[in-house]
């Protein structure tokens, strides 16, 4: 053998020695899959950030007349819930009663116990419902 080969094979054997690693662990970033939890509010800020769409519908102007029909509407079903509140709770409760508006139709029934609403779509057939238990005081 010639004396690089030599030369270059002991300095290889001189290096050579144990290998030390670990394990590759992937840690997630996103809470939403495992991630550190005091992540989520940096993740949604750089996704905000980065998204650059837009809601079509946010892009019209909130005119002052929008804006008052809005407050309208919220302050006229506001009182229409006070009324069914008080038409199944009130000084007077009500067995049964069916409430029509905009498309919708609430229906409520007593039971001893519990008293279930029943929100319907008129145009879609789509119902929801809620059932509210009734406590009874013991005096």
Do not use: W
Not at 73 to 88: E, G, T
Request: glycine share 6%.
């Amino acid at each position: 053998m010639s004396i690089v080969k030599v030369c270059l094979v002991a300095s290889a054997l001189l290096c050579a020695g144990p290998a030390f690693a670990q394990d590759v662990v992937y840690r997630p970033v996103s809470p939403t899959f495992g991630g550190n939890p005091f992540n989520s509010n940096h993740v949604l800020g750089v996704a905000n950030a980065n998204n650059n769409t837009r809601d079509p519908s946010a892009a019209s102007t909130n005119s002052q007349a929008d804006i008052f029909a809005r407050q309208l509407q919220s302050r006229l079903l506001s009182a229409l819930s006070s009324q069914i509140v008080d038409a199944i709770f009130g000084d007077n409760p009500q067995e049964q009663g069916t409430i029509s508006f905009g498309g919708q139709t609430i229906e409520f029934f007593r039971s001893l116990d519990d008293v279930t609403l029943i929100i319907r779509n008129d145009e879609t057939g789509e119902e929801t419902r809620i059932v509210v238990p009734l406590f009874i005081e013991v005096n």
